[in-house]
């Protein structure tokens, strides 16, 4: 081959390396963008006054004083609007019955309409579930609400060979001829005024507990659990792990047993993790009894056993990778095997095996199958640490799940979801991080 | 040198454990668990978060499917099952042979409610009509007064109560369609029936909102009175079982339905009151 072709072949095969970082880049970035720029709007959005109220209601965080004043501002502005509503009902009640029945309908909408928007009417009696006590806590909803409120979306079903299109009525139209009519255009110019927005940083959605099953509050409860359950299993796993290499790489006996065990081993990586979910349930929790019910135990031990191939199979590689003039030395010293190993071997090997742990830890942390039936519920207060042995606890993996399909509310709380996914994915990045940071100051320990 | 990591290290080590049991104070020892349906779910997590607030019990609410609450209930592993159907036979077998005594206490009352699209014109079918489309009989809108559209067909996976409720109060002895496609939540059925317009699902009372439409059955609405007084036809309970009769805190919390809050949360879900 003379010496331009090669020249040629260099440089296309670098570019080529440099493309396909390049594309990686673009994918991480379209994969992370959207998650830190949804995520973050369940800590940054522009409030409203209800969700201040929320706040000091059930957290007592807030200006008492300066909240008072506003929540006086607010229903300066809303007290208009109920008058409107208080004169319509007055009015529907001297109506002829048929003329009443006509816009009870209408009205009862537009009332619902108005709750969901600025929350209870005054006077009517308190719900009990805290989502129906306040009004939209985020402004982007209400623009949502005030939409509902001023416009009624109807199908036109008139071409039966095509499909359905949407379309909206105006809410005031139909209410044309009543005093009722002026509520849509007053409540339109003046939502501002009755919800008062203001940019908030809202941090205590990390360090919160969620409250009515999600619909306010954080997810303090999640993360703790998440955390609870990755540690666990790397105190089972790892130690575990590391033992068992230590075994198949310094004493087991090159064989047919040994290559059986070895096999098996990696056959365990591969199994599907809803089956190391159903085996947790049915070994730890209905045979073992290690808890009354599911548990953060339960749940690390199944983590535990599904990430434990990988552990072994990564301290393996580095225990192996340890020069073999390290272990001559030693032997030569007079020191015994097992001298060796806890002394030479494994120090040597520590950045390696880490590697491998911190891999492991951060799909213990991301793993939803595993935990559905030994520890994960949907709903539950942050546990404490004595209460691991017997508690189950909400994790973030499960409850992006259950956010995303199952809650009942689910397209209401989208901001919660991404929060929790941008939480979780933090968390697995900054164990990843403190990770490769501990490594490189054990190596550089090891070095010097 | 050394010290001060040693020092540093166990500060961390300190901080971390402060932080971890700073969980919520609660009452010594005491918790619920509960576990199944996905449809008396938003129930129990409702009376959950009430009744931690007023006794300081704690209460851990799954949504795994009634099947699932019962095999929780049966291994003892929870304290009172969620279930949208009565239990089976072969489970009130299982829980003998286990020494279980699983006692039935009804929540609330459900409507099943047949659910589609908003756009889709049709606004009420029959019973004989719902039951054709899920065997595979009627294969297009168009045949039962809609548009000229496949019908795709949604069900709920076999570990659910409200399919088993589905096939006792629709199918009767005929088999559901094979061709029916299966999702395993009433939150992931009403997504994709409100995402897909020519679907057909069948969800709880309390999942139905403005993304989709409620149809009539026999000409009649599925709405609180309608369940209540029984006309409409596809109505059943939902319960929360039980080992034993309950006693202490799984009494208070399973009598929760007869009181004047409990009733409100019911009715504010979307269910109907049994009491």
């Not at chain 1, 979306?153 to 299109?165: G, M």
């Not at chain 1, 880490?354 to 793993?367: H, Q, W, Y």
Request: charged share 20%; proline share 4%; with cysteine.
């Amino acid at each position: 081959m003379n010496l331009g072709t090669r020249k040629l072949l260099d440089r296309s095969f670098t570019a080529l390396g440099v493309g396909s970082i390049v594309i990686m880049g673009m994918m991480l970035l379209v994969v992370l963008m959207p998650i830190l720029s949804n995520g973050i709007t369940a800590n940054v959005f522009r409030g409203t006054i209800e969700h201040r109220k929320l706040l000091y209601n059930e957290f007592r965080r807030g200006d008492h004083a300066e909240l008072q004043r506003q929540i006086a501002e607010s229903d300066a502005a809303r007290r208009k609007a109920y008058a409107m509503m208080a004169a319509f009902e007055a009015e529907m009640k001297l109506m002829s019955e048929e003329k009443h029945a006509g816009y009870q309908e209408k009205y009862d909408q537009v009332k619902s309409a108005m709750k969901a928007l600025l929350g209870p009417v005054p006077g009517e009696e308190l719900p009990e579930l805290t989502r129906f006590k306040y009004g939209q806590t985020r402004w982007s909803k209400a623009e949502e609400r005030l939409h509902e409120l001023l416009y009624e979306k109807q199908w036109d079903y008139s071409n039966p060979d095509v499909e359905a299109k949407e379309y909206d009525v105006s809410r005031a139209a139909s209410f044309q001829g009543t005093s009722l009519v002026k509520l849509f255009p007053y409540v339109e110019s003046n939502i501002d005024r009755m919800l008062l927005p203001e940019w908030t940083v809202y941090w205590g959605f990390i360090t919160d507990s969620s409250i009515d099953s999600h619909m306010f509050g954080g997810i303090w409860p999640e993360i703790q659990g998440t955390i609870f359950l990755a540690v666990g299993a790397m105190l089972f796993a790892f130690p575990l792990g590391v033992i068992a290499a230590v075994y198949f790489t310094e004493y087991a006996r090159e064989g047919f047993f040994n290559s059986l065990l070895r096999s098996a081993n990696s056959t365990l990586a591969g199994v599907p993790s809803i089956v190391f979910g159903l085996f947790g349930l049915a070994f730890f929790i209905n045979t073992l009894k290690v808890s009354e019910s599911k548990s953060v135990l339960a749940g690390s031990l199944t983590l535990a056993i599904m990430i434990l191939p990988t552990i072994i199979r990564s301290a393996e590689e580095a225990i192996l990778s340890v020069p073999k003039t390290y272990r001559e030395a030693s032997l030569s010293l007079g020191s015994s095997k097992w001298n060796t190993i806890v002394t030479v071997i494994l120090p040597a090997a520590l950045p390696g095996i880490l590697t491998g742990g911190v891999i492991s830890l951060g799909r213990a942390a991301g793993e939803t199958a595993p935990i559905i039936f030994t520890a994960a519920v949907s709903v539950g207060s942050a546990i404490g640490l004595a209460d691991v042995f017997s508690s189950p606890t909400p994790a973030l993996s499960w409850n992006i799940y259950n956010l995303a399909s199952e809650h009942e509310a689910a397209s209401e709380i989208r901001h919660v979801q991404y929060g929790m996914v941008l939480a979780l994915v933090t968390i697995v990045l900054m164990l990843n991080l403190s990770a490769i940071i501990l490594r490189a100051r054990i190596s550089k320990k090891l070095k010097g | 040198m050394k010290k001060m990591n040693m020092l540093k290290m166990a500060l961390y080590g300190a901080a971390m454990i402060g932080l971890m049991t700073s969980g919520e104070a609660l009452a010594e020892g005491k918790k619920l668990v509960l576990d199944g349906s996905t449809t008396v779910g938003p129930l129990a997590k409702a009376f959950a978060s009430y009744y931690t607030k007023t006794t300081g019990v704690e209460v851990t609410v799954s949504e795994s499917g009634s099947g699932n609450g019962a095999k929780s209930l049966i291994n003892k592993t929870c304290d009172i099952a969620d279930m949208s159907r009565a239990m089976k036979e072969n489970e009130l077998e299982a829980a003998k042979s286990q020494g279980v005594n699983p006692v039935q206490n009804v929540v609330a009352l459900d409507g099943l409610a047949i659910i589609v699209h908003p756009s889709n014109r049709v606004k009420g079918l029959t019973k004989e009509q719902v039951r054709d489309i899920y065997t595979g009989k009627v294969t297009n809108w168009s045949q039962v007064g809609g548009p000229k559209a496949p019908i795709v067909v949604i069900q709920r996976e076999s570990n659910s109560g409200t399919q088993d409720s589905f096939k006792e109060l629709i199918m009767g002895e005929e088999k559901v369609s094979e061709k029916a496609e299966t999702q395993a939540s009433n939150g992931a059925i009403k997504s994709r029936v409100a995402s897909t317009p020519n679907a057909v699902g069948f969800v709880g009372l309390a999942f139905v909102n403005r993304s989709i439409k409620a149809l009539a059955v026999n000409g009649v609405k599925p709405e609180v009175r309608t369940v209540k007084d029984g006309t409409y036809p596809v109505h059943r309970k939902l319960f929360m079982y039980t080992n034993g009769q309950p006693t202490g805190d799984v009494k208070k919390f399973i009598d929760l339905p007869k009181t004047p809050a409990g009733k409100r949360m019911i009715t504010e879900i979307g269910f109907v009151n049994n009491y």
